[in-house]
């Protein structure tokens, strides 16, 4: 996992600690694709790495929603997920 990735994986973690701390009984979380060539099937780079921080503290992914969009960055692949306390 890269720079980036693991910075966002890191993240992913704060967030969920914060709000499992919290006493939250759902995180729901935006997750941007890293990787750019989003029309080829195939790995979604740093997707994976996210949810799997996420649920290392205590949540489960429940629901997931897809939108792509056009940033300065170019086009990405951005994922909203409902995740609920285990």
Do not use: P
Not at 8 to 21: C, F, H, L, P, Q
Not at 37 to 52: D, I, N
């Amino acid at each position: 996992m890269g720079f980036i990735n693991n910075a966002k994986a890191n993240e992913a973690t704060r967030v969920a600690t914060e709000a499992y701390s919290a006493g939250r009984q759902i995180l729901v979380f935006k997750i941007i694709e890293a990787n750019s060539s989003h029309r080829h099937t195939g790995l979604m780079a740093g997707v994976g790495e996210q949810v799997e921080a996420i649920e290392a503290q205590g949540w489960i992914l429940d629901r997931m929603a897809g939108a792509e969009g056009k940033a300065l960055t170019g086009e990405r692949t951005a994922l909203i997920c409902l995740f609920r306390r285990r």
